[in-house]
């Protein structure tokens, strides 16, 4: 597969910081167009500067939403791979629409707040989602600054968890989130093997910053190591609670062809959902990050 881009031009675009807790807009980029090394360094820095980039209006194929998010690191593939883009196992579809009664893609993805693939050992790097279809209602999909949520810890919380680690497993929610909604398929013993629970450090630093953030989430993590049982609850629960502070979030409302790119090793993402008759669908990539320390 190749993606098939017009002659490399260095473009002149904007980065505009969003008055909000993270963020920046993209303009005047056309991710159609191979991107140039000198380009490539500015969206790279804006991206570690403000953890979401929006580029607005992007008309890109799937095999161009492919390389772009290639030049980031290696892909990774989903453990659903029955909402795979046909011909584009990188691509999941995150959908609510059904065709012939069955599912096009996972409907209910984000649905408590989460950073991508915690539960796999070298979660995602970052993540870039392609608005195929909105909604004309809802839809939303909000953000939380990590970093932040960090530094305005209170001190003895703080103390508290710098050197914790936490189990993150893919399974945390599954049984809830099949309760809740018709999109989650039983899991093969393949898909289940391939998602064993792991710990990760309750307070990571960013590999390419050395900024620290918070590395915890509603969706995932399931315990604290070592704690037991009520405390480890309680302990979540706080860093949960104060991660989500309004001051911490950013609301994305979607507009026609955006497509945004966030670091997963800065932000955590919640989907808020729309109304079941209004048809959304977006495609996503999930670029390999490290092993976080
Ligand atoms: C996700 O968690 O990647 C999906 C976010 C969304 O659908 O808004």
């Known amino acids: 597969m190749s993606a ?17 807790p993270l963020g920046a807009t993209i303009s005047g980029l056309d991710l ?32 161009q939403q492919v390389a772009f ?20 196992p990188e691509i999941m579809i995150i959908s609510n629409i059904k065709e012939n009664g069955q599912p096009i893609g996972l409907g209910d993805a984000g649905h408590f707040w989460h950073s991508d693939l915690s539960y796999v050992e070298k979660p995602s790097l970052g993540s870039m989602l392609h ?18 949520a960090w ?26 989130l099949q309760r809740r909604s018709p999109w989650r398929p039983n899991l093969t013993a393949e898909q289940v093997a391939q998602v064993k629970p792991v710990l990760q450090p309750v ?4 590999p390419e910053t ?16 070592g704690l037991p049982e009520d405390e480890s609850r309680d302990l979540l629960q706080q860093l949960f609670d104060h991660s989500v502070k309004p001051e911490h979030v950013y609301r994305h409302q979607w507009q026609p062809h955006d497509m945004i790119f966030w670091d997963n090793r800065s932000l955590m993402h919640l989907a808020a959902g729309c109304p079941d008759h209004l048809r959304r669908k977006l495609y996503r990539t999930t670029i390999e990050g490290d092993v976080p320390f």
Do not use: C, W
Request: aromatic content about 10%; charged content about 20%.
């Open 4 to 20: 098939v881009f017009s002659p490399v031009t260095t473009q002149s675009f904007d980065i505009q910081v969003l008055d909000a």
């Open 32 to 63: 159609s167009q191979e991107v140039t090394p000198d380009d490539f360094r500015r969206i790279h820095q804006a991206h570690l500067d403000h953890h979401l980039l929006i580029f607005r209006d992007q008309r890109i194929t799937p095999d």
């Open 69 to 88: 998010s290639g030049r980031f690191g290696a892909l990774q593939i989903h453990v659903l791979n029955q909402f795979q883009l046909p011909g584009h």
């Open 131 to 148: 608005a195929q279809e909105l909604p004309a209602e809802g839809g939303d999909t909000l953000f939380a600054n990590m970093h932040l």
């Open 151 to 176: 530094d305005t810890l209170p001190t003895y919380l703080r103390s508290q968890v710098e050197d914790l680690q936490a189990e993150h497993s893919y399974l945390a929610q599954y049984a809830e």
């Open 203 to 206: 307070v990571r630093t960013h």
């Open 210 to 225: 050395g900024r620290k953030a918070l590395f915890v989430s509603e969706h995932f993590t399931t315990r604290i190591d």
